[in-house]
């Protein structure tokens, strides 16, 4: 079983519309969350960290399940700029072990389309 | 603005010809990372620096090494460049354990 699985996508989404994707962690032991955005080609950006109550920047809202593991993006009024490939990533903690070892997801492919 | 560069952005070389690759941050944070990243896969993590503190990743080839010769630059050589080495190459910072920021990547090719 992989450490953080997400579903690859694509989501085709209308212009407007709301999409929602969820991300799995393994380790239940893992410190603190993050949503990065990809654009092709290019480096990932930190979109959000992901905080236990639940946090918003915008027209993007994060969740944490930590009972089932999982954690969630909502993009609200999605924009044709919204495209891209959107990685979880779990920080598992601070062991000597783990330490700075970030666990990223293969991503969730988002296109908006017009 | 503070920021991780990366030199160059596209590096061309040939099978078995030594490349190496630069990062410099100006966000003065103690750690600096390498990752290699595949078309359609997450990054893989190579190694960092916890200040001078190096920590090689256990599947990292011994083809890759990396110098940090003060907290601003990171550098990433390989010794004998593959086919399979051909990726992007990231440099990644991050203030202790905190969110990691990254450069916009060196696209190595291996002709």
């Known amino acids: 079983r992989k450490e953080v699985e997400q579903d690859p996508g694509p989501f085709n989404v209308p212009e407007g519309a709301t999409v929602a994707f969820n991300c799995t962690y393994s380790?239940?032991?893992?410190?603190?969350f993050f949503w990065y955005r990809q654009d092709c080609r290019k480096e990932p950006k930190l979109l959000m960290s992901v905080y236990s109550s639940g946090n918003e920047d915008g027209r993007f809202t994060a969740q944490l399940n930590r009972a089932s593991q999982y954690i969630s993006l909502l993009i609200r009024d999605s924009k044709l700029s919204d495209s891209a490939t959107y990685l979880c990533v779990v920080n598992p903690g601070e062991t000597t072990d783990s330490w700075g070892k970030l666990q990223f997801g293969a991503g969730t492919q988002v296109v908006v389309t017009p | 603005d503070a920021m991780v560069i990366q030199n160059p952005r596209y590096q061309v070389t040939q099978f078995g010809k030594p490349v190496t690759l630069s990062c410099s941050q100006t966000l003065n944070h103690n750690v600096m990372y390498w990752y290699q990243q595949k078309s359609s896969q997450a990054p893989k993590l190579l190694f960092h620096?916890?200040?001078?503190?190096?920590?090689n990743e256990a599947d990292t080839p011994d083809n890759f090494q990396s110098r940090r010769p003060n907290t601003s630059f990171c550098f990433l050589d390989i010794r004998s460049p593959g086919l399979g080495d051909a990726a992007m190459y990231l440099c990644?910072?991050?203030?202790?354990?905190?969110?990691?920021?990254f450069g916009p990547g060196t696209r190595l090719t291996v002709l």
């Open positions: 990644a910072t991050s203030r202790g354990a905190a969110e990691q920021f």
């Open positions: 380790n239940s032991a893992s410190q603190s």
């Open positions: 620096y916890y200040d001078k503190d190096f920590n």
